[in-house]
């Protein structure tokens, strides 16, 4: 079965520390994106990318971090610096990147906690 | 700038029913593509109808149908025949032919409540 897989589902991190939120696709897929959505609002990008090892910045990039080795791996590091990480953390992939029509699959999402 | 604005914070509606989900869209581009997904409470989103804004018939996918009205610059998803497994959020998303972000703007959505 082709899909996107997220892990872990859910994630407890203390203030001060790093996490890496991963996301693996078998769908062939060449571009990932990383969006973030916080209670009752829609999702903002946070990181793209159209191809391995190149990825770019999205609305909310500070205090994140990302990394492209992999077609199917696209793993976001949420660091200290980011001042308020509690969220819904949600990837996606798609096919044919820039064109208009071109549809992002969603995986099932990593809700993180700050304690 | 583009923008995607959903008027219905949450919306009660009878099983069997037909709902209409309001979506409205700003853009300068001459070309671009309207989504409809659906997030039900696990999280997940998923893909349910799209549209392109040259595409001469509405989109429908089953139950579900787009009523697009490019004059008015609204894209609403119709849900035929209400199921209780239809309660969700339900996110209307836009992407531009220009867009350099290679984003999709999504709306702040519409939760939808399925009653027996």
């Known amino acids: 079965d082709g899909g996107i897989t997220q892990s872990p589902k859910y994630l407890f991190r203390k203030e001060g520390q790093n996490v890496t939120l991963s996301c693996e696709q078998n769908?062939?897929?060449?571009?990932m994106y990383w969006y973030r959505q916080d209670p009752g609002q829609g999702l903002r990008l946070i990181y793209y990318?159209?191809?391995?090892?190149?990825?770019q910045k999205g609305d909310i990039a500070e205090g994140y971090s990302v990394s492209r080795e992999k077609k199917e791996s696209f793993p976001l590091t949420v660091t200290s610096a980011q001042k308020n990480p509690t969220a819904f953390y949600l990837c996606?992939?798609?096919?044919?990147?820039?064109?208009?029509?071109?549809?992002?699959?969603f995986g099932p999402g990593t809700r993180l906690t700050v304690l | 700038a583009q923008k995607i604005t959903q008027t219905q914070p949450g919306m009660f509606v009878q099983e069997k029913e037909a709902v209409t989900l309001d979506c409205t869209y700003d853009?300068?581009?001459?070309?671009?593509?309207l989504f409809w997904y659906k997030q039900p409470s696990s999280g997940e989103m998923i893909f349910l109808i799209y549209?392109?804004?040259?595409?001469?018939q509405n989109a429908t996918e089953g139950r579900y149908s787009l009523n697009f009205q490019k004059a008015r610059k609204s894209a609403n998803l119709v849900i035929s025949a209400s199921q209780l497994g239809d309660s969700a959020m339900y996110f209307c998303?836009?992407?531009?032919?220009?867009?350099?972000?290679?984003?999709?703007?999504f709306g702040k959505g519409t939760r939808l409540h399925i009653l027996p």
């Open positions: 996606a992939s798609s096919i044919v990147p820039g064109v208009r029509s071109d549809t992002q699959y």
């Open positions: 769908l062939n897929h060449d571009a």
């Open positions: 990318s159209q191809i391995v090892n190149d990825f």
């Open positions: 853009t300068s581009d001459p070309s671009y593509g």
């Open positions: 549209q392109g804004s040259y595409d001469q």
């Open positions: 998303a836009m992407r531009g032919e220009m867009n350099r972000d290679d984003k999709i703007i």
